[in-house]
């Protein structure tokens, strides 16, 4: 499998209601030299996170002790400008199975689901029940369910549902990328061919 299996994340969440946030505040130009999927992690909001002198900067919500979880509730537009997939990369690598947002970038939203990272449209509305919630408690939890499309405040049991693509739902449900699903159908398309 290329990524973790994601039917049902229940857990708490990591408010960033920043608007606008693009694929180099995401993860630096200066990062994207490496080959390999992995350390994008320690790169993720490099700019955000830390000084010039590599200090962390204590009012960056991911140098807060208060909030974590395998979860981002972010703002509106999360993951425009380009179409770098070493912005997942470097979520993914942090600990992140989905964030959630009122919009995304297309081009992001697709690297998501090519990554094993859930990006989960909800309505504006929704969005600042989730930033309020965390905020009054940093320990609510939010359950995502994907084989249900459903994502739940549980404090409340206020809930949404929202949409994606079955072939990238079953791809997430089983842990595959495109390359994964290809092999495991490998049977399959060996009888076609020598069936021809």
């Known amino acids: 499998m290329a990524y973790d299996k994601f039917t049902v994340l229940r ?10 946030v ?5 993860i630096p130009a200066r990062f994207l030299k490496a080959t390999e999927r992995t350390g994008f992690g320690d790169n993720l909001f490099r700019d955000w ?18 909030y974590s979880g395998k979860i981002l509730v972010a703002g509106k537009n999360f993951g425009s400008g380009s179409s770098r997939e070493h912005a997942v990369w470097a979520l ?7 964030v959630v947002s009122s919009f995304f970038a297309d081009i ?20 600042d029940k989730l930033f309020a919630a965390i905020e009054a408690d940093p320990k609510t939890e939010i359950e995502v369910n994907l084989p249900e499309q459903k994502i739940t405040l549980l404090s409340t ?4 549902t929202f949409d994606i693509n079955e072939y990238k739902k079953s791809n997430m449900q089983n842990g595959f990328d495109d390359i994964d699903y290809l092999l495991n159908m490998s049977d399959e398309i060996e009888a076609f061919a020598a069936s021809r």
């Open 11 to 20: 857990d708490t969440a990591v408010p960033l209601p920043t608007e606008n």
């Open 22 to 26: 693009d694929t180099d505040q995401i």
């Open 49 to 66: 996170r830390y000084d010039v002198e590599g200090n962390p900067k204590k009012d960056f919500v991911l140098n807060d002790p208060t």
């Open 92 to 98: 993914y690598d942090y600990g992140f199975r989905c």
């Open 108 to 127: 992001f939203k697709n690297n998501c689901l090519n990554i094993g990272v859930l990006p989960v449209t909800v309505s504006p509305e929704f969005a």
């Open 157 to 160: 049991g206020e809930f949404e």
